[in-house]
């Protein structure tokens, strides 16, 4: 088997019925298996999933525990040499998986391979980064005056339609090898959501491999179609994980100037909230108090996927 697709699945089964029928209608030449990970959805997306896809192995979660979780348990089952992580609101094109696992068989050095990502209209989309740095929170903060913007300097802008080594590529459309999945732990369980791809390919590097960005392959990436009723805990949940990456791969002082500048950043949103006629302004509170004790106590007040019960 060339190749196991893994696709997490959270009320997004309309997304997701349209993404399995580009990858049955664009991938004739790939030795595939499809594995779907349902987190308790409730719009019907694993009977839907089984009843039109026979083929594909669905996974109906009871709880949601979180989309790394989930991708993890995708892995185990899986019989692929090589796992592609692939979003529910992405649609497949023509030769990508095949260009994709062709990196692979050709590069033995290569530990990951993302392709090209568009929206509808045609237009690419930032897929591939720096690792997280203070400087990078320094140079794109809003509260930062321009005079220091100027004296920390920028990095040189990535050129997405050309090919080339990254330091970490978005987890939308990511295709590792399994041996090496697995050798490195897998992705980490303690993100629920958001950062477990930086943090995936950080280890990728630490082994001695590469993460390219292969540009001659693509999707659609139908980007925030997936998340839109849930802006407001995806948010919670990007800072409870970026304050766990920090915690995890920053050194000391790092860490303090970037708990500072969260917690500053909390404390802000508190101010506002405060202020603000909003209806939901205690609940709101009460979320900014728990991410405030997650900055400074550094543990988890309670379970992350209470701020949060989206799953992918």
Not at 7 to 36: A, F, G, H, P, W
Not at 234 to 245: F, M
Request: proline share 1%.
């Amino acid at each position: 088997m060339d190749l196991t697709i893994a696709i997490i699945s959270y009320n997004t089964r309309d997304l997701l019925l349209t993404c399995l029928k580009s990858i049955q209608d664009m991938t004739k030449d790939v030795e595939y298996e499809l594995i779907v990970i349902d987190n308790a959805s409730s719009d019907g997306s694993a009977a839907a999933v089984q009843a039109q896809f026979p083929q594909a192995r669905v996974i109906a979660n009871q709880n949601n525990g979180g989309y790394a979780n989930a991708c993890n348990q995708a892995v185990v089952i899986g019989r692929g040499q090589y796992v592609l992580f692939l979003n529910s609101d992405t649609v497949m094109r023509a030769c990508t998986l095949a260009k994709m696992v062709s990196c692979l068989d050709r590069q033995l050095d290569i530990g990951a391979v993302s392709c090209l990502q568009c929206n509808e209209a045609g237009q690419v989309l930032q897929s591939c980064f720096p690792f997280p740095s203070v400087r990078d929170h320094l140079r794109y903060s809003a509260w930062i005056p321009t005079i220091i913007k100027r004296i920390v300097g920028s990095d040189s802008e990535i050129d997405f339609t050309v090919s080339q080594d990254v330091e970490w590529a978005n987890g939308a459309c990511l295709m590792v090898r399994k041996g090496l999945f697995e050798q490195i732990g897998g992705f980490d369980n303690r993100f629920f959501m958001y950062f477990e791809d930086v943090d995936l390919c950080r280890r990728i590097h630490q082994r001695g491999y590469r993460v390219w960005h292969a540009a001659d392959c693509e999707i659609v990436h139908l980007i925030g179609r997936s998340s839109v009723k849930h802006r407001d805990q995806l948010n919670v949940q990007w800072e409870l994980s970026r304050i766990r990456y920090v915690e995890k791969h920053f050194w000391w002082l790092e860490r303090l100037i970037m708990k500072v500048w969260i917690g500053g950043g909390v404390l802000a949103k508190m101010f506002r909230a405060v202020c603000s006629g909003r209806s939901d302004r205690q609940q709101q509170m009460e979320t900014l108090r728990t991410m405030l004790w997650r900055v400074w106590v550094g543990r988890d007040h309670f379970k992350d996927h209470a701020a949060c019960s989206v799953g992918g």
